[in-house]
């Protein structure tokens, strides 16, 4: 069964381009003349807008199955194809125009060909369910396009107004004979999707009819209900009702870990209930992964705390709630470093927890749901600590003792002598064993790069059996590579280089030429950093072009011009020569290297250890500190080490590029 509803056009109004701010609106029928001018205007485009009687409330929510429109046209001499729209706006006959028209639906609702009638007859097409939706409560509007028949010196076409009497635009519409219902559609959480339970959750769903209807049900009230996935019982919180729809937010820690349902009931405008369907979501969290950052190859004390830290990502996004770190001296067999409880990312290991060597470290995270990730993969770092605490024997107090100690595990040592009896405004104690641990690093470091200076002879002499130096260290492991100034020189400009470029300019081109051709051979890891004397620094940075500006402005420039990591300067490196096989001299410029291809390792106690004892006979504090340790470039061309050729008596340069390989 159906009913059949008319809805009759109450008002109208036709709009043009042609008539500017104009409209027509008062009389019985539209006239739509077409224009010779086709470039200004374009098929002569009218546009009539139409508004209709409401439906009564019987029929407001009855599903529209089916709908025509009819008006009254004719024409002459013309051609008129008519498109119908919905408004989206309401509109006023009296002010309407070309150039305020109210905002339409652009879903072509229904078209038709104006009759070949002289008089007004009746024309109609099937006019879409939605569109007729649209025109009870905004209206229609009708777009008109006239163009004349071949021939003909005019054309016109016209149309039946909201005020004619026999044939004003009407709708008929069928209508189903019982009122559409509600459907409540859920809009998030999606089906399927995890939600982070740690954080607020919003639940929305949408609110629309069953089919069709000159008007739209809305929710009066709401509830949000969930359960568990596939059980019965069920929990409901009221929800929230808005133009945008139904919602309701859970507050954070409200679901437990596992999988649930939820559905919205509401009561619509008609007072009767409606569902959506069951949607199911998931509180169970994904598993993270952890990726370690820092220390990464690199150099720390291991009489200082040294932090450690990384990165949690989840699918999910959820932060991590633990986090499980481990160390081990061969990166096989692991012992636990430390524990996190919360969302930090990052641990500091107290001092001493590491002795000196190479060290592994990796670390796990934990999601909201207590389950560990897999173990990250594991960095590496090397900590130069301290050895264990030597006896000390005083074999003779005179003015000028001999002290004699005993040790298995020493690379180098400090002793110093002190009297404290008078200092009580500071801790002189703690103050000469960190210019003494101070002075013990800068050691190793001058050990690690150049050797440590000292003659073979001495006995204090750092073995380079033990500590081998990279710049005294074989070929296989170091690239020795001349520079040539020289021919630089002539390369720049010829014998006319002196008056053109400064030393300053030629220096540096001669370092970064020499810098980046040795690289060629260099097989270390990564970028490398560059170590060199802070003159030969300030050499390069005071290089200036043909116009007198600066060619580097900090040492940044230098560094990227370099292709080096960091540039760092060592006082140390001052006036150093080397032999090298063939009894050829060489002045050390500086050494590329990343510390990481440098292996530092010592057996079990070799951490920085550190003695003081008073000697009654003197009256007199007396101090140690030492270490032990062994080190090494382990990986192949991993280093450079750039020199300058002495000149020989001849005046003439030992060949550039050279290196003893």
Known sequence: MSTTLTLTANKSAAVAKVWGDANVHTGDVFDFPWYSDDSTYPDANYYIYLGFNAPSEAYKYRPILSAIFKCGAGKSLSYCQTFLKGLQQSFNEDSVNYSNQPAIDSTLQGSFHVGSYTTIEWNQTDLKPDGAALAAVYGLRLDCRVSRMSGASSAIARFASSRHAEKAPVIIATLGDSDVTAVVSPVSPAAGSFVNRAEKVSFMASVGNSAISFAALSAQSATLEYRTAGATAVTSKTAVVSSSGISYTAPANLFASGNYEYRFKIVDNLGRAAY????????????????????????????QAITFRWTHSNESGSAQTKAELQKSADGSAWTTLGTVTGAANEYAAPAGTFTSGTWYWRVRTYNLDGAAGEWSTALSFVVVAG??????????????????????????????????????????????????????LEEVATAILIGDGRDEADEHKISEEHV?????????????????????????????????????????????????YSREKFKGTGTPDFFC?????????????????????????????????????????????????????????????????????????????????????????????????????????SAIALEEPVKASSGQTEDAGHDDT
Do not use: C
Request: zero cysteines; aromatic letters at 10%.
């Open 276 to 303: 959506s369907a069951w949607t199911a979501f998931t509180t169970a969290d994904t598993i993270p992964v952890a990726t370690p950052l820092s220390p990464d190859s690199s150099l720390e004390d291991g009489t």
């Open 468 to 516: 081998r130096s990279i710049w005294n260290d074989d070929d296989l492991y170091t690239i020795h590579y001349d520079v040539d100034i020289e021919a630089v020189r002539n390369e720049l400009q010829g014998t006319g280089t002196a008056s053109r470029f400064g030393e300053n300019y030629i220096y540096a081109e001669a370092i970064i030429t020499a810098a980046l």
């Open 387 to 440: 050895p264990t605490k030597p006896v000390i024997v005083v074999e003779d107090a005179s003015p000028r003792p001999l002290i004699n100690w005993q040790t298995s595990e020493q690379s180098a040592y400090q002793l110093q002598l002190d009297d404290i009896i008078d200092i009580t405004d500071f801790d002189v104690v703690e103050y000469q064993y960190g210019v003494m641990r101070q002075t013990l």
């Open 533 to 637: 004397t802070p003159h030969l620094v300030n050499v390069m940075l005071l290089a200036r072009d043909t116009n007198g500006r600066r060619i580097y402005n900090s040492k940044a420039d230098l560094a990227a011009a370099l292709n080096i990591n960091e540039l760092h300067t060592a006082e140390q490196f001052e006036g150093l020569a080397r032999t090298d096989k063939t009894g050829k001299k060489h002045n050390l410029l500086g050494i590329f290297v990343n510390l990481s291809d440098y292996t530092v390792g010592s057996t079990k106690g070799g951490e920085i250890t550190r003695f003081n004892q008073f000697d009654i006979d003197f009256n007199q504090e007396k101090y140690l500190i030492e270490t032990r340790l062994s080190g090494a470039l382990t990986r192949l061309w």
